[in-house]
């Protein structure tokens, strides 16, 4: 046994475990065992001594997901329902919490920062006490539903917002949501609204009748919204389009652009991969502004070893706004590290493997790892 055992918690067989797997034979590690997120819910399991954990998502896992949202949805569970965010993220942050006061066990990730990333309106207050770009808030509480929702958004002057439940991730549960003239609104959203619940679906939708968009909101209040303005985003091709920034050791070392015709650029909503090399001509000399705003929102969780930073570009692609602080952002498969960064040609995994957070078996993090990384801790 190495003096440190590397250790995924994650969904055995999914393809993050496989990805980073293959990227730790790639780099001449040893393979590292995966500890099931549900037998971590559960409170039974083993680790070996000297156990380092990375964490990695629990959303793929089905077992995981029903242990978690199952008893506060009953008989009505399904893993397409939105529902259940609150009692999702109290299982996830309190299973970190007690996997981290084991003794012996180091987390590559900070359970406190996590907890943050994944409630919407404590990350937000983080970035925008820190002075990171982000989009305003509407002020008070979460809404209570659609009624006191409008009522404030009109004293607040804002007639395009973007809805988000609290503890939401992958886009579940986002509305975006329209004020017209003469009462009209329109909410759209890939919230299927049905007889049993709320559901999530492929298909991009618009709700235009003003029933049916409050009993949307009514319905996703319970969850906790998190209600921000509606900011234009720049756009490629005539689609809409934001970044997704990938931040290890406080470096921006991985970008994609996502494009789509909706609000929504979420890939697997029909959103499309966009071309970077257009990005970086249509920012000319801002381009590097855009990965320094990625950076600084990295910068406000420096304990963990890498965050995806969603990026909403604007002003023609001169600045930036931080829609969201991604915990688990580094799935993209074969996307090349930037030329410009300190992983250059390496996917997300192998550059995180190659990261001073990862070098386990050194007295001092730094040590065998590449110099691009040695002035570059997230700490710094």
């Given at each position: 046994?190495?003096?440190?055992?590397?250790?995924?918690?994650?969904?055995?067989?999914?393809?993050?475990?496989?990805?980073?797997?293959?990227?730790?034979?790639?780099?001449?590690?040893?393979?590292?065992?995966?500890?099931p997120?549900?037998?971590?819910?559960?409170?039974?399991?083993?680790?070996?001594?000297?156990?380092v954990?990375?964490?990695?998502?629990?959303?793929?896992?089905?077992?995981?997901?029903?242990?978690?949202?199952?008893?506060?949805?009953?008989?009505?569970?399904?893993?397409?329902?939105?529902?259940?965010?609150?009692?999702?993220?109290?299982?996830?942050?309190?299973?970190?919490?007690?996997?981290?006061?084991r003794?012996?066990?180091?987390?590559?990730?900070?359970?406190?920062?996590?907890?943050?990333?994944?409630?919407?309106?404590?990350?937000?207050?983080?970035?925008?006490?820190?002075?990171?770009?982000?989009?305003?808030?509407?002020?008070?509480?979460?809404?209570?539903?659609?009624?006191?929702?409008?009522e404030?958004?009109?004293?607040?002057?804002?007639?395009?917002?973007?809805?988000?439940?609290?503890?939401?991730?992958?886009?579940?549960?986002?509305?975006?949501?329209?004020?017209?003239?003469?009462?009209?609104v329109?909410?759209?959203?890939?919230?299927?609204l049905?007889?049993?619940?709320?559901?999530?679906?492929?298909?991009?939708?618009?709700?235009?009748?003003?029933?049916?968009?409050?009993?949307?909101?009514?319905?996703?209040?319970?969850?906790?919204l998190?209600?921000?303005?509606?900011?234009?985003?720049?756009?490629?091709?005539?689609?809409?389009?934001?970044?997704?920034?990938?931040?290890?050791?406080?470096?921006?070392?991985?970008?994609?652009?996502?494009?789509?015709?909706?609000?929504?650029?979420?890939?697997?909503?029909?959103?499309?991969?966009?071309?970077?090399?257009?990005?970086?001509?249509?920012?000319?000399?801002?381009?590097?502004?855009?990965?320094?705003?990625?950076?600084?929102?990295?910068?406000?969780?420096?304990?963990?070893?890498?965050?995806?930073?969603?990026?909403?570009?604007?002003?023609?692609?001169?600045?930036?706004?931080?829609g969201?602080?991604?915990?688990?952002?580094?799935?993209?498969?074969?996307?090349?590290?930037?030329?410009?960064?300190?992983a250059?040609?390496?996917?997300?995994?192998?550059?995180?493997?190659?990261?001073?957070?990862?070098?386990?078996?050194?007295?001092?993090?730094?040590?065998?790892?590449?110099?691009?990384?040695?002035?570059?801790?997230?700490?710094?």
């Open positions: 046994m190495t003096p440190h055992q590397l250790v995924v918690l994650g969904c055995p067989g999914h393809r993050r475990a496989a990805l980073f797997a293959a990227a730790a034979r790639a780099a001449g590690r040893p393979e590292p065992a995966v500890l997120w549900a037998a971590v819910l559960r409170g039974r399991y083993e680790l070996p001594p000297g156990a954990v990375r964490v990695d998502s629990p959303g793929e896992d089905p077992e995981a997901d029903r242990l978690l949202r199952g008893p506060v949805l009953g008989a009505g569970y399904a893993p397409t329902r939105v529902e259940g965010g609150p009692a999702w993220y109290a299982g996830v942050t309190a299973a970190l919490r007690a996997l981290a006061a003794p012996g066990v180091r987390l590559l990730g900070d359970p406190d920062e996590i907890a943050a990333m994944f409630d919407k309106r404590a990350a937000h207050a983080r970035l925008a006490a820190a002075g990171v770009p982000v989009p305003p808030a509407l002020p008070g509480g979460p809404p209570s539903g659609f009624a006191e929702l409008a404030r958004l009109a004293r607040a002057g804002l007639r395009r917002v973007f809805l988000k439940p609290v503890h939401g991730s992958s886009a579940s549960g986002v509305v975006a949501l329209e004020f017209g003239p003469g009462g009209r329109q909410a759209t959203t890939s919230v299927e049905a007889p049993d619940g709320l559901h999530n679906s492929l298909a991009v939708r618009r709700y235009r009748s003003a029933a049916e968009v409050a009993e949307l909101v009514d319905r996703l209040a319970p969850e906790g998190h209600v921000e303005r509606w900011v234009p985003k720049s756009d490629q091709g005539g689609r809409a389009a934001d970044l997704r920034v990938v931040v290890v050791g406080g470096r921006a070392t991985h970008l994609v652009v996502r494009t789509s015709r909706h609000p929504m650029t979420n890939l697997h909503l029909g959103g499309a991969r966009g071309r970077t090399d257009l990005v970086r001509e249509a920012a000319g000399p801002h381009w590097p502004e855009l990965l320094a705003t990625a950076e600084a929102a990295a910068r406000c969780f420096p304990r963990s070893p890498m965050v995806g930073v969603d990026l909403l570009p604007h002003a023609r692609w001169r600045r930036a706004l931080v969201e602080v991604n915990a688990f952002g580094d799935l993209l498969p074969g996307l090349p590290g930037l030329p410009e960064g300190p250059p040609g390496l996917d997300t995994y192998a550059a995180q493997l190659a990261s001073p957070a990862y070098a386990l078996d050194s007295d001092t993090p730094d040590a065998g790892v590449p110099g691009a990384w040695r002035t570059a801790r997230c700490d710094a």
